[in-house]
């Protein structure tokens, strides 16, 4: 706490001094003599002989200063421009955002239970989750919200963020909906009252094929080793000796979760990964040998996008030798926070550590403290080398070199390098592809697809009924063609059929979305455009 309150007041002196009209450089070299030992510091005719100057200052600014100030606000603006002096990574949070940020994490939110679409600028029910609120109230997928509590939302181009505010709050509360269902003659008035519902961040776990299972672990929240155990039980019993465990744009989250889900996976007394504070002092994780998928042919997908636990676990894994990894070299965020609450509901997330994987490799990528813009633009960089698209575009130095129990060498220097790269692929992106895509007719269409053909995609209880329902219309395809022309994208039939699979799978794949088998369904159809997904299932099957 001592240290908090050294920066809350270094904080408050450096508003202040931006407000004199100093510049920044000079504001922040101020800021950091404050922060050393101060003594016999002059205001005036007055003296604060062995008293800090941050204390003194705030005295001063209490007491003196020409103009009231809500010393809140000041510290509110300051204390970011401050952590941004450090690392790209230690971050306020403030109360008014500790919520929303936390709730993703925390595995369940206050709400109503439903998935909706705003694609036409109406809400349209695409979902209603099992035993929620609204499934017990009566809402049925297909319908549309006009009005929540009386006030009308369709139509007026309010955006999603605002919908979501106004259907969810405090579980216990009752929000009523007016809805326009369809062969339904005026709005349907249904009262739901709020509760806990559940946020799954396994976003899919489905067999591929008769013996290699895909799991996708969007973020590492309180819940995932849960939910990740969980669904190795469920594929194994569909047959899975092979797992495809997918943590692309996966940004990380709880330590504890990644290093459990490792321990699945390793057998006893593997190291999992290490800490190292400024002090040298470290703290070692390590493998229990009760894990229940050791005998698993494993294949780890990752990209640029993953990264913190993500590249823990892929770390672990690599260096251990269990399993491939394979995508592009992962984001190379390595640095560990710790989350110090204040009484007011925010908090502040400091860096006190590092991460390393096994072998010794650093995960953090090189920056420059108070360089945060250089360091948000490494990716862009990346694409520009050509990183994106060519392992032979990525370097490493030789003292960076590491070498796994079997002799595989790895490196560090920042993110994961994967065993199998898989570059971007871009080969068929055609103008007629990027229209649709981009002016989001292509999505649209599949959502007045699920709208229409609803009763059928109800009946689909599995992904065979699901695929067999999708094989039996023909004109699927043409349809949408037709259905773009409308909307004002002329038919190319060049760039058609050169993008004709990529179209046609992510038809199939957002309908299927739409259907009970949801997220599962998705990634079902759409892996066999996902080179990514192929390149680790052929992988597999050498093994």
């Known amino acids: 706490m001592k240290r908090a309150l050294k920066y809350l007041l270094a904080a408050l002196v450096a508003v202040v001094i931006f407000l004199a009209g100093w510049n920044t450089n000079s504001v922040m070299r101020w800021v950091r003599s404050l922060l050393s030992e101060q003594t016999n510091t002059y205001v005036g005719e007055r003296s604060f002989s062995r008293t800090p100057k941050l204390t003194s200052v705030l005295e001063l600014i209490e007491n003196k200063y020409v103009d009231s100030l809500s010393c809140d606000s000041l510290q509110e603006l300051a204390i970011p421009a401050i952590l941004r002096e450090l690392d790209p990574h230690s971050a306020y949070i403030p109360a008014r955002d500790f919520k929303e940020i936390e709730e993703p994490l925390q595995g369940e939110f206050d ?88 946020l799954h961040s396994v976003e899919a776990a489905v067999m591929l094929t008769d013996k290699v299972g895909f799991i996708k672990l969007s973020q590492f929240s309180r ?53 190292k504070d400024r002090n040298g002092e470290m703290m070692q994780q390590y493998s229990d040998g009760r894990g229940s998928s050791t005998d698993l042919k494993l294949a780890v997908l990752i990209n640029e996008a993953s990264a913190s636990s993500s590249e823990i676990l892929a770390g672990a894994l690599q260096d251990n030798d269990c399993g491939t990894i394979v995508g592009r070299r992962s984001f190379g965020k390595g640095l560990v926070q710790e989350q110090i609450p204040f009484e007011d509901g925010s908090a502040l997330r400091l860096t006190v550590a590092h991460y390393y994987t096994p072998t010794g490799r650093s995960i953090q990528k090189p920056y420059t403290s108070g360089k945060g813009a250089d360091y948000e633009l490494d990716l862009v960089e990346r694409f520009n080398r050509n990183e994106f698209f060519s392992a032979d575009s990525i370097h490493f130095a030789d003292s960076l070199r ?142």
């Not at 940004?251 to 990964?273: K, M, S």
């Open 402 to 543: 590491y070498t796994t129990p079997k002799g595989k060498v790895v490196y560090g220097g920042g993110g994961i390098m994967p065993d199998l790269f898989v570059p971007l692929d871009t080969l068929n992106i055609t103008k007629y592809f990027s229209e649709v895509s981009g002016r989001n007719i292509l999505y649209r269409y599949t959502i007045e697809y699920a709208d229409t053909h609803r009763k059928g995609l109800e009946r689909a209880k599995s992904i065979a009924q699901l695929e067999q329902l999708l094989n039996n219309d023909t004109e699927l395809f043409t349809n949408f063609v037709r259905y773009a022309d409308k909307q004002g994208v002329a038919p190319n039939w060049e760039d058609i059929d050169r993008s004709r699979d990529i179209m046609e799978a992510q038809l199939r794949a957002y309908i299927a979305r739409n259907s009970d088998l949801e997220d599962n369904a998705f990634y079902y159809f759409i892996y066999p455009i996902d080179k990514t997904v192929l390149r680790a299932i052929e992988a597999l099957e050498q093994e």
């Open 111 to 198: 709400g109503i239970g439903v998935v909706f679409n705003m694609a036409t600028d109406t809400v349209i029910i695409l979902n209603v989750i099992p035993s929620g609120p609204s499934r017990k109230a009566g809402v049925q997928g297909g319908d549309r919200i006009i009005k929540v509590n009386d006030t009308l939302i369709a139509g007026q181009k309010m955006s999603q963020t605002s919908v979501m505010k106004r259907l969810r709050g405090p579980r216990g509360t009752n929000v009523k909906l007016s809805i326009e269902r369809k062969d339904i003659q005026g709005l349907v008035d249904i009262v739901v009252t709020r509760d806990a519902i559940p």
């Open 223 to 275: 819940t995932s080793f849960k939910e990740v155990r969980n669904a190795l039980t469920s594929l194994r019993a569909q047959g899975m000796t092979s797992l495809i465990f997918d943590l692309r744009d996966n940004t990380g989250g709880f330590l504890d979760q990644a290093i459990h889900i490792a321990n699945e996976f390793l057998p006893a007394n593997r190291l999992i990964v290490y800490t």
